[in-house]
């Protein structure tokens, strides 16, 4: 979703975990804020007619670039500085409608609660002009988002931009800035199909419920780690194997992959693979304890990712604004448990008169309840729900029909020796 203001002046981008499509209640609410009148120019170190900075990513960690922009002395001679990202910044807040409020800076954002219990978080942004962006697309190869990749290039959309947000291990001038592709990895998951949506749904929840609970963990990983692994997967398994029938698969390979960066302490970024994102002091540190976490949703069969997934529609926000399945009594356990196990078997005895392409049928209705980008948390979670609820009562099913066909073998041979005898 984006905004364009009067004159085509300036142009909001509604980000995070929202502009994806999840309403989470966890979920903050960003914001990527821009001026179209203020592009950067990347043509190694040429200003470009419409651009007001040049990009320079020499002396720069990767993913990351300083920018230049010309000023004038009283004898009118042109002399080039570099953009600081704490003055950027300062001067946001300076001119900021609610300099009267909390609000503050935090990383590349300006925040502040406004009455959200999470936060409110605008990253002020500057963009890179598209015939920089659309030649960086063009050199780009992928095998699952080409359609995005054509639809962006054609209309000449807006897809990088430069963010106040320096290196992990920091830069002493605070010069250098992040590329961000925030807004072109927003088209791809809205490329999504319903499953690859659904997978990367229940990884967000997983990831909130069993890492972030965890105090050892907690802000250690986050959505964005989840979405590079995600676009690593998809690019190397095929697009035939994300259909319903195949989620809990799809599940198990990117949380495989993800404990894989993991122990590696490295996780490509996925359009600059020289840049390492698990660069994160938290994620150095805590890597073990990461690692233990990732074995033991491995470790998960059905019944536990039901569970778990189940357990998180019925959360519900506390007074701190901060819910998590760790924090629940044993009593709000045992009764969601019971509740779950009432509705496996009733999902039981009314699959049992199922035939077998009705069961399939019906796993395609359930991952259909799910809409794309425009999927609610109550929406996804239930479409989540009603596919584990078929695929669980599937195993049981061909449980039982393999225990029938050992009885009636069971019975040949033994009518057989009868005979024989």
Not at 355 to 384: H, M, V, W
Request: glycine residues 4%; hydrophobic residues 35%; proline residues 3%.
């Amino acid at each position: 979703m984006k905004v364009i203001g009067p004159n085509d002046t300036f142009r909001d981008y509604f980000t995070g975990s929202r502009g994806e499509g999840f309403h989470f209640d966890w979920s903050d609410i960003d914001i990527l804020s821009t001026s179209i009148a203020e592009y950067v120019s990347m043509d190694n170190g040429l200003m470009h007619p419409r651009c007001k900075y040049i990009a320079i990513d020499k002396d720069c960690q990767p993913g990351y670039c300083k920018l230049l922009y010309r000023t004038r002395s009283e004898h009118t001679d042109v002399k080039y500085r570099y953009l600081s990202r704490d003055s950027f910044l300062d001067e946001k807040i300076y001119f900021s409608i609610n300099s009267n409020s909390d609000i503050h800076v935090h990383g590349p954002c300006v925040s502040t609660a406004h009455g959200n219990q999470n936060g409110f978080d605008d990253c002020h942004a500057i963009p890179i002009h598209t015939d920089f962006s659309n030649a960086f697309l063009k050199n780009l190869t992928t095998k699952f988002w080409n359609n995005v990749k054509t639809k962006v290039i054609n209309e000449n959309v807006t897809v990088m931009h430069c963010v106040p947000k320096g290196p992990e291990n920091g830069d002493d001038e605070g010069h250098q800035w992040l590329i961000s592709f925030c807004v072109l990895e927003q088209y791809i998951v809205h490329s999504f199909n319903h499953v690859q949506f659904c997978s990367y749904g229940l990884i967000k929840i997983l990831l909130h419920s069993e890492i972030d609970s965890c105090s050892d963990t907690k802000d250690t990983l986050s959505s964005y780690h989840l979405k590079t692994v995600l676009f690593h997967v998809l690019e190397d398994v095929h697009f035939d194997f994300w259909i319903p029938q195949n989620i809990f698969y799809c599940i198990r390979i990117c949380l495989t992959r993800l404990l894989s960066y993991v122990v590696k302490r490295c996780c490509p970024h996925y359009f600059k693979p020289e840049c390492n994102i698990f660069l994160k002091r938290k994620i150095l540190e805590n890597s073990k304890q990461i690692e233990k976490k990732l074995f033991g949703i491995l470790k998960f069969d059905l019944t536990d990712l039901y569970f778990s997934a189940f357990s998180c529609s019925y959360i519900s926000k506390a007074s701190d604004g901060k819910c998590a399945f760790s924090d629940w009594d044993r009593r709000k356990k045992m009764n969601i448990l019971l509740e779950l196990k009432v509705t496996v078997f009733l999902r039981e005895l009314e699959l049992a008169f199922y035939p077998s392409d009705a069961l399939f049928n019906a796993l395609l209705i359930a991952i259909g309840t799910a809409k794309g980008y425009q999927t609610t948390y109550r929406e996804c979670i239930d479409s989540i729900l009603m596919i584990m609820d078929l695929l669980l009562a599937e195993q049981d099913q061909l449980k039982d029909n393999l225990t029938q066909q050992n009885s009636k073998r069971l019975i040949e041979i033994a009518t057989n020796k009868m005979k024989v005898l």
